[in-house]
């Protein structure tokens, strides 16, 4: 079992970056596809990208695609996200989480992935 820790939120201007840290406890972090979630206010949580167990595979959503970068240091327990070009609407609660099991494509379909982060606030002032 996995526990995970999110870093990083804070307030931005757009146009700004930001760059998101999720620290797993445990030694099998390397075994778990690991992905970013987010919840806008008011909404339902959507997934923003995942990234398989090595780190040679990554997963977006259309609405970060090109801006955002999600990657993992297996050596640190850490899965990152890099936003950059940082919109009104990315504003969010931010979510880490994490499978043993389902393979990485599966990670968007937050039903099926079992670990998860308690979240940190992304906001992004116009």
């Known amino acids: 079992q996995v526990q995970l820790v999110e870093s990083g939120g804070g307030l931005v201007q757009a146009g700004g970056s930001l760059r998101l840290s999720c620290e797993a406890s445990?030694?099998?972090?390397?075994?778990?596809?690991m992905g970013w979630f987010r919840q806008p206010p008011g909404k339902e949580r959507e997934f923003v990208a995942a990234?398989?167990?090595?780190?040679?595979?990554?997963y977006y959503a259309d609405s970060v695609k090109g801006r955002f970068t999600i990657s993992r240091d297996n050596a640190k327990n850490t899965v990152y996200l890099q936003m950059n070009s940082l919109k009104p609407e990315d504003t969010a609660v931010y979510y880490c989480?994490?499978?043993?099991?389902?393979?990485?494509?599966?990670?968007?379909?937050?039903?099926?992935?079992?670990?998860w982060g308690k979240g940190t606030l992304v906001t992004v002032s116009s």
């Open positions: 989480a994490g499978d043993p099991i389902i393979p990485t494509q599966n990670i968007g379909d937050s039903r099926s992935v079992h670990y």
């Open positions: 990234i398989s167990r090595s780190g040679g595979i990554t």
């Open positions: 445990g030694r099998t972090f390397s075994t778990y596809a």
